[in-house]
T-cell receptor
């Protein structure tokens, strides 16, 4: 089955700096890669996703890049703010019937003032 | 529009008992998936239902079961509870045949004592 590795497990950046979280996946058939943000005591919230027919996607301060050949994808957050502090999870899946998300182990991002 | 609703939010049960958790998906979403979240194992897929049928199942023992009703609401049942079943149980809904854009509920925090 699919296996997703995520690094780093913790990341501390100063406000205004950029943060990068990296994930690798094992199943070359995976074609959908979402990123979720989970604040303490709250539900995971989808912040951005990318499909395998696209190499990069951007939404304001957040961007995701995908390298299908190397089977890795990354989340980039620019101009970080204290409210970006949370745990971020990457995931991979094969869309269509019987799809399921395989998650990475999470990255705890702390943005300091 | 209303999000994914999970009830109850918190539950304390004794080892050996059984428990039933409920999930109402976003209106129009017919696919419901369940995930277990623990500090040690992260987010793990339990099963997915569509049109009252289980389409996919994760690697959990048979004590974990579920069902889906004709209105797409889903229930998850855990029998003969063990201490290790203490976790946050998350339900996610998405449009069928796509597997994109999973939206999570706030979860049910189950504590087994």
């Amino acid at each position: 089955g699919e296996n997703v590795e995520q690094h780093p497990s913790t990341l501390s950046v100063q406000e205004g700096d950029s943060a990068v979280i990296k994930c690798t996946y094992s199943d070359s058939a995976s074609n959908y890669f979402p990123w979720y943000k989970q604040e303490l005591g709250k539900r995971p919230q989808l912040i951005i996703d990318i499909r395998s027919n696209v190499g990069e996607k951007k939404d304001q301060r957040i961007a995701v890049t995908l390298n299908k050949t190397a089977k890795h994808f990354s989340l980039h957050i620019t101009e970080t703010q204290p409210e970006d502090s949370a745990v971020y999870f990457c995931a991979a899946s094969k869309t269509g019937t019987a799809s399921k998300l395989t998650f990475g182990t999470g990255t705890r991002l702390q943005v300091t003032l | 529009k209303a999000g994914v609703t999970q009830t109850p939010r918190y539950l304390i049960k004794t080892r050996g008992q059984q428990v039933t958790l409920s999930c109402s998906p976003i209106s129009g979403h017919r696919s419901v998936s369940w995930y277990q979240q623990t500090p040690g194992q992260g987010l793990q897929f339990l099963f997915e239902y569509f049109s009252e049928t289980q389409r996919n199942k994760g690697n959990f023992p048979g004590r974990f079961s579920g069902r889906q009703f004709s209105n797409s609401r889903s229930e998850m049942n855990v029998s003969t509870l063990e201490l290790g079943d203490s976790a946050l149980y998350l339900c996610a809904s998405s449009l069928p045949w796509e597997g994109y854009g999973y939206t999570f509920g706030s979860g049910t925090r189950l504590t087994v004592v």
